[in-house]
């Protein structure tokens, strides 16, 4: 199947380990210039040097707007324009509710809301402006049914769904395509992290791969996804 995936430009966060990565390297492969970003630069560096194709590491906190702006920017210096964005992030701590303070939640909203809010207003008028946009954030299964001990990423996941979802709704009409992609158990560090072994509550028994989320991701910045938002 052709993509219409080619000398598009696009924007990952978070992007040096993980989903972030496996997005990047599915979308280059597919002939996508990325600009990708992270907060380690020896990763990230490594990471944009395994991409085929033309690429970008920009060294980048995405909890700090000011940093998220800069990126965009670069980017868009670089190839011209910005045609896919892929919002992402890595998730809170496991807690239960009164394990948390005021500080923990003020993180998790920098973290998984803000940085997508701040990503959404550098891209979206670029995208509006050129009537064609797919800009996709990274949220969590936990945004259909809540998982036990993870209270932070249940709430604040949720409320970057509702953002997404009218954004979908506000940009329709400009061709920029905006889609949650929730991601269930896959086999990556943050799960890892979590020390969470949920292969039982899987019908296939096993858990995903980065690189079939990343494939969904692709599919959904591509033409052939020119329906859904």
């Known amino acids: 199947m052709e993509l219409g995936l080619k000398r598009r430009v696009a924007v990952v966060a ?3 380990q993980g989903l972030g990565m496996a997005v990047a390297k599915g979308l280059a492969a597919e002939g996508v210039k990325v600009a990708l ?4 630069r020896a990763a990230l560096e490594q990471t944009a040097a395994e991409l085929p194709g033309e690429s970008l590491a920009f060294l980048a906190d995405v909890t700090d707007p000011e940093q998220v702006r800069a990126f965009v920017q670069a980017a868009y210096a670089r190839f011209g324009r910005i045609d896919i964005c892929v919002a992402n992030a890595g998730g809170p701590p496991a807690k239960r509710f009164e394990q948390t303070t005021l500080e923990d939640w ?3 909203l920098d973290l998984n809301f803000l940085s997508t809010l701040s990503f959404a207003r550098e891209v979206l008028p670029l995208m509006r402006e050129q009537r064609w946009g797919r800009f996709l954030a990274i949220t969590s299964v936990s945004v259909r049914q809540p998982i036990d001990g993870l209270i932070l990423s249940n709430a604040v996941r949720s409320g970057t769904a509702g953002l997404m979802k009218s954004l979908a709704a506000e940009y329709a009409p400009y ?3 905006v889609n949650n992609v929730c991601p269930g158990y896959t086999a990556t560090e943050r799960l890892k ?3 969470v072994h949920p292969e039982n509550q899987i019908p ?6 980065p690189e079939e989320f990343a494939d969904a991701v692709v599919f959904l910045a ?3 996804a020119s329906y859904i938002t």
């Open 14 to 16: 978070a992007a040096r």
């Open 37 to 40: 970003c992270a907060r380690g």
């Open 106 to 108: 003020q993180a998790a």
């Open 175 to 177: 061709n920029v395509l």
């Open 193 to 195: 992290a979590l020390n």
């Open 204 to 209: 296939l028994g096993l858990l995903a791969q």
């Open 222 to 224: 591509s033409e052939r």
